[in-house]
């Protein structure tokens, strides 16, 4: 399976963008995906998450109210949808699947792209 993250950006405080993750060669393997980040001199951490059969979403409280995660199942495709972004949200942002829950073990990443937000 590979994963192909595309929509990083610069963007201003307070601004939005849309980050998408294609998913190739094997997809009916996975059940979750999801969205992970790694803030400069940080470590990388969960930020939401979406199962292909449908449910809740999955969401880390940083980003609850701001972002949305999204699927398209015929593209194979997850989206983030990032808005009111804030300067902490400055990180490189990865694309992630898993057999199971992305955020107990990921079975593949995606490359990283960097969103980085200004004051």
């Known amino acids: 399976v590979q994963l192909q993250a595309f929509g990083g950006g610069l963007v201003q405080a307070g601004g939005s963008l849309r980050l998408s993750c294609v998913a190739s060669?094997?997809?009916?393997?996975?059940?979750?995906m999801g969205w992970f980040r790694q803030p400069p001199g940080k470590e990388r951490e969960f930020v939401a998450a979406?199962?292909?059969?449908?449910?809740?979403?999955r969401y880390a409280d940083s980003v609850k109210g701001r972002f949305t995660v999204s699927r398209d199942n015929a593209k194979n495709t997850i989206y983030l949808q990032m808005n009111n972004l804030k300067p902490e949200d400055t990180a490189i942002h990865y694309c992630?699947?898993?057999?199971?829950?992305?955020?107990?073990?990921?079975?593949?990443w995606g490359q990283g792209t960097l969103v980085t937000v200004s004051s």
């Open positions: 992630a699947a898993s057999r199971y829950r992305v955020e107990t073990g990921t079975d593949t």
């Open positions: 979406i199962r292909w059969s449908g449910g809740s979403p």
């Open positions: 060669g094997g997809t009916f393997s996975l059940s979750d």
